[in-house]
């Protein structure tokens, strides 16, 4: 049976909206060199079907997912302090994918791989509770009302990332647009499935770096909202 049979939420609705920006960018000649040389042994491509988690990484062990893992820092530097789970990254910026894929060679990381695409179509590829973790950090926030059915975090992405988690699975989420951070509370409260760790906004967990962005967003006044839910 594969991953999507009798799985509603595993099949995406007909014209499904992107959550994210294709972008490709510049990228400097350390960076092509990673992609050029590494991408045949960490990367995968979301298009190419369903992912064989320990085919994948070459052993059976707890999964984190990393849904836009930007240039990377932060999902090497938990991967490297975490050495018993492996980090699946998904990222569609070509120029952080091939960061990403620098500092897992430079800093010896066998736990880390890298996918290219929509990381919902991923997701739907999975075997329920295929995940320990998902990790969304500093998602679009996708400000204009028109575009709030955009966000990643709405009732029935959560449903699909939740049915991947195994039970007792976590679901954190960081976010420094305040707005979006009440909306994720409600949408996180709303699935019955889930359970607030905290009762609400979460101190700031130590296994998240603070990355430059969340800097930037401090020093613009932009205060940083963590969310952990737990499955049941």
């Not at 954190?172 to 760790?197: F, N």
């Amino acid at each position: 049976m594969t991953a999507t049979d009798h799985d509603p939420a595993a099949v995406p609705p007909v014209g499904h909206i992107r959550t994210f920006h294709p972008r490709r960018g510049r990228m400097s000649g350390r960076q092509t060199d990673a992609l050029d040389r590494l991408w045949s042994r960490y990367g995968l491509d979301v298009s190419d079907g369903p992912v064989d988690l320990a085919k994948l990484f070459g052993r059976q062990a707890p999964v984190v997912l990393e849904i836009g893992s930007g240039m990377g820092d932060s999902t090497a530097a938990m991967a490297a302090a975490d050495p018993d789970r492996d980090y699946l990254a998904v990222e569609v910026h070509t120029p952080g994918i091939a960061n990403l894929l620098d500092l897992v060679e430079r800093t010896d990381l066998g736990n880390v791989r890298i996918a290219q695409g929509d990381a919902l179509d991923l997701v739907r590829g999975l075997p329920e509770g295929a995940l320990a973790a998902v990790h969304i950090y500093f998602p679009d926030p996708w400000p204009k009302a028109r575009h709030h059915k955009r966000r990643i975090i709405q009732p029935a992405h959560v449903a699909l990332l939740r049915s991947r988690l195994t039970p007792g699975g976590t679901l954190h989420c960081a976010t420094d647009w305040a707005e979006y951070a009440e909306a994720m509370r409600q949408t996180l409260d709303a699935d019955p499935e889930l359970v607030d760790v905290y009762g609400g906004f979460a101190p700031r967990p130590p296994h998240r770096p603070v990355t430059k962005f969340e800097r930037r967003a401090i020093v613009a006044g932009r205060p940083v909202a963590d969310l952990i839910y737990r499955r049941r």
